[in-house]
C-alpha cells in the first residue's frame, strides 16, 4: 500500500491550483448544513468528505471501531480511538479519493451522498477543549517583548532558555474562525492616570500562533516524554490569541495575563494530523545552553510552515502584516508537551496547547502588531491608505499557513476573525 | 411553607453533635457504593439521601423537571436546570428530613432505599469542570506574599486594590478530597545555583481557599454584574491548592504560576449551597481606594465561614496549624464574577472559581506553610515533636470549614489529601 503522504497520488477530485487541501493532507474537522446535522469531515480542495455518510455507505466497515464518533458533534470521541484509527481512516480516505481507485470515483450517487462542498458548509468547533495551555516559545517574540517592555540589553528573562515557559488559558472563549466578537472593555491605567478606568480596549492585538490538539490522555501522575509526545499528538492547528494590550499591562504582574486574553481566542476548523506534516520536518533551534535531559529530543522536531497574517479593513482589500514560519520555535511540541507533564500534569483528548507568538527574526516577519509597529511606533499602511498601530474596528483579522515541499502542499486554510465595536 | 434555613428545624435522622450536615445545610454531592452507580446525594448527619433513590419513590414528581439528572456521574445537569430547581429540590428535601413531617420517617422500606451510611460511601468529584480559575484576594495573604518576595515597604502591588487579581489554572488536575499523590518534581534554580536542576520540589505547601461553582452559563460577549452574580453560583467548596514554591518562584515570571500549581487541587465533596450559606452573610471589607463602578455591591457579601487546616503525619495525631475565615477577603465572589466578566469572557455551569489563599491578619490564621513558617524561618511543631517548614512525605493536609450562628451549623466537611513520596 502506498502512502497517504505520497507525492505521486492525485485525487479524481479537483483539487484547484494552491489548495491547501491536497490528497496528502486530509485534515478532520467538525461541520453541518442546512440540511445536515453536526458530522466529522475531510477536507479535499473545495469540498469535504462526509465521514458520516461515508461510514453509512460502508467504506470503513472493515476498520472495527464505533462508526458513530463520526455523528458527534465535536471530533473528541474519533481522537480517543488512538491513532491506529486515526491512520487507517485517513488511509482508507486517500484510497477512496485516490485516482487509481474506482470504489467512490466511479459511483455517482455514493459521491452525491458524501462529497459536500465546502461553500455550503457551516464548520465548527472541531473539539471539546478540556483545558488550553498557551505556550512562550518563539525566541524572536520573547525577546521583542523583552526588548520593549524591560530591558533591552536583557530582553529574555532567567528562565527562558531553560524552560518553554507556558500558562493556562481559558478554554471557554477558544472559538472557531469566521466569529465576529465585540471590542472587549477592560480596566487599564494610562502611565499618566492617577487611578484606572474601565473602558474598551485601545491597544487589541492579534498573535499570530499555532496549536496542537492532544490525542491520548494521561493519568494524574504520568509524565510523557519527548520521545512519546508525538503518540499524543493528534495534529494541529492555527490560532490567533487575541490580545488587549493595555488590559495585559495593568493586570498581569504577578500571576500573568487573565482578562487580556480570555474574551476571544480563535482556531482554525481543521486540524491537519502530525502524519501529514510528517514530510515536512525540520532540524530544531540550536538550544544553548543545552537543556535539562527530560527536554532533550532526536530527530528533526520543527516543521517548515509558512505562516502569514492579513488584515481586511470593513471596506478595502486585505494588507499582508506579517509573514513567519513555524521553523522559527525555539522549543518544540515534544518539549512542550515532556515539561508540561514532568510534574504528573494529566492531559485529555481535546486539550489544546499553543505556541504562543510565532516571530521570526526579520520585521517583516514579526507576529502580533505589538512587535509589527514597534508598540505603535511605526504604523503599518491598509490598502486604503488608513494607518493601523494596532487593531481596529471593522477590521477582519485572518491567519493562514501551509508546508509545501516536492510540489506537494498541505495546509490549514484560514484563521479569520472579524472585530465589531464595543456594546 | 418554612424556609429550609429555619433555625427551629429538626430531623428525624440522627445528627451528632457539632456535625456540618444539619438539616439546615442539606449540601449536594456525588457518591457511588459497592452497590450503587454514581449518583446525586445530599448529606444529613453522618448519612446521604440518594437523590437517584428518592426521585425512584416518587418525592419529586411534581417538581417538573427530568430526575435522571440524578443518575449522572456529575452534578452538571442538576446544576443547569437553574436556581428554581434548586431550590425546589432543597425545600422538598428538608420537609422529607423534617421531624415535623411522617413521609420518609414512617416509611422503613423507602428509608432503607435512599438513606446510606457515608461510611458505606466513596464520594466522587462533584462536578466537570470546564474551567478552573483562581483568585487572589485575600488581603492578608498578599501583603504577606509581597513582604517576603518583594519589597516589605509596598508589598501590595499597585493593580491589587483596583482588581482582583486571579489566572487560569489546570482543571484536569482538579480532584476530590481523599486522594493520594505522589511529591511532584519540577524545575528549580536554587539561589546558589549556577544552572536550574529537575527534581522534586523541597517546598511543598498547601494553600487554604474556598471555590465556589457556577450554576448558570453565559454567553461569549455577555457581562455579569455584582448585583447579578449570585443568580450566577450555585455553591461553594473548600479546596486545597497545593504548590510548589520552589517550582512557582524559578517559573512564573512574566506569565504566572503553571506546573507549580496542576500538579493536584483538591476539593471537598460537597457543595454547600449559597442558599445555606445566607444566614451567615457578614458585611464585606471596606474597600479603600473606592472600587471602579462595575465592582462597586451592595449588601452583605461576605461569610462568616470558620476556616482550619491541620497537618496529620504518617503516624502521629493532626495538629491544627491554621485558623482563619472567608471573611477576611477583601474581595467578594461578587466582585471576582463581575470583573472575570467584564470582558465578556464567557462562564459555564460548573467552572471553579477559587479564592486564592485566605489567610486572616494574625499569625495563628495565615493560610500556608509559607506564611506559617514565614518562608522555612519558623518551624511548626507536630504533636509527635517533628518540625515543618513546608509538607513532608506522608503527611495528610486536612482543610476544614463551617458557619455557625444561633445554635445551627453549616459545614463542608473536609478537604484531605495525602503526600507520597516522589516517583
Known amino acids: 500500500m502506498i502512502s497517504a503522504n505520497d507525492p505521486s497520488r492525485r485525487s479524481w477530485v479537483t483539487i484547484p491550483a494552491n489548495s491547501d487541501f491536497t490528497i496528502q493532507n486530509l485534515p478532520f474537522g467538525i461541520f453541518k448544513t442546512a440540511q445536515l446535522t453536526p458530522r466529522a469531515g475531510i477536507a479535499i480542495g473545495e469540498h469535504i468528505l462526509d465521514l458520516a455518510a461515508a461510514a453509512e455507505l460502508g467504506y470503513f466497515n472493515d476498520l472495527n471501531f464505533d462508526l458513530a464518533v463520526f455523528r458527534a458533534t465535536t471530533l473528541n470521541d474519533f481522537i480517543a480511538l488512538g491513532r491506529p484509527v486515526w491512520r487507517a481512516v485517513r488511509d482508507r480516505v486517500a484510497s477512496l479519493l485516490d485516482a487509481q481507485h474506482t470504489t467512490l470515483q466511479n459511483d455517482a450517487a455514493a459521491q452525491a451522498r458524501c462529497l459536500i462542498l465546502q461553500s455550503a458548509a457551516t464548520m465548527l468547533l472541531p473539539i471539546q477543549i478540556g483545558d488550553y495551555t498557551d505556550f512562550y516559545s518563539s ?67 492579534f498573535e499570530l500562533e499555532t496549536a496542537f490538539v492532544i490525542g491520548r490522555s494521561t493519568q494524574l501522575g504520568e509524565t510523557v516524554s519527548t520521545a512519546q509526545a508525538e503518540e499524543h499528538i493528534f495534529g494541529m492547528l492555527l490560532f490567533n490569541d487575541w490580545s488587549a494590550r493595555d488590559v495585559q499591562g495593568w493586570e498581569y504582574i504577578p500571576l500573568g495575563p487573565f482578562l487580556s486574553k480570555n474574551f476571544c481566542s480563535v482556531v482554525s476548523p481543521w486540524i491537519v494530523t502530525l502524519d501529514a506534516l510528517e514530510p515536512f520536518r525540520v532540524a530544531g533551534y540550536t538550544q544553548e545552553p543545552k537543556v535539562l535531559p527530560y527536554l532533550e529530543y532526536t530527530g528533526n522536531c520543527n516543521i517548515d510552515i509558512h505562516l502569514e497574517v492579513a488584515i481586511r479593513p470593513e471596506a478595502a482589500s486585505e494588507t499582508v502584516v506579517c509573514r513567519s514560519n513555524y521553523k522559527y520555535m525555539y522549543w518544540t511540541m515534544e518539549q512542550q508537551l515532556a515539561h508540561h507533564t514532568c510534574n504528573g500534569c494529566n492531559i485529555n483528548v481535546g486539550d489544546l496547547m499553543a505556541s504562543g507568538t510565532i516571530s521570526g527574526p526579520d520585521e517583516g516577519s514579526f507576529g502580533s502588531m505589538m512587535e509589527i509597529t514597534w508598540r505603535g511606533t511605526k504604523p503599518v499602511t491598509m490598502s486604503d491608505g488608513s494607518e493601523r498601530k494596532f487593531i481596529n474596528d471593522g477590521d477582519t483579522v485572518i491567519v493562514r499557513g501551509y508546508a509545501e515541499k516536492n510540489g506537494v502542499r498541505v495546509g490549514f486554510g484560514e484563521c479569520a476573525s472579524k472585530v465589531l465595536p464595543a456594546s
Chains 1, 2 share one sequence.
Do not use: C
Open 139 to 205: 525566541i524572536d517574540h520573547a525577546t521583542n517583548m523583552g526588548k520593549m517592555l524591560r530591558d533591552p540589553a536583557n530582553a529574555l528573562l532567567p528562565n527562558w532558555k531553560h524552560i518553554p515557559v507556558g500558562y493556562h488559558g481559558r478554554a471557554s472563549s477558544v472559538v472557531v474562525s469566521g466569529n465576529q466578537f465585540r471590542r472587549p472593555k477592560g480596566q487599564q491605567k494610562p502611565a499618566d492616570a492617577e487611578v484606572p478606568v474601565l473602558g474598551p480596549t485601545k491597544l487589541l492585538d
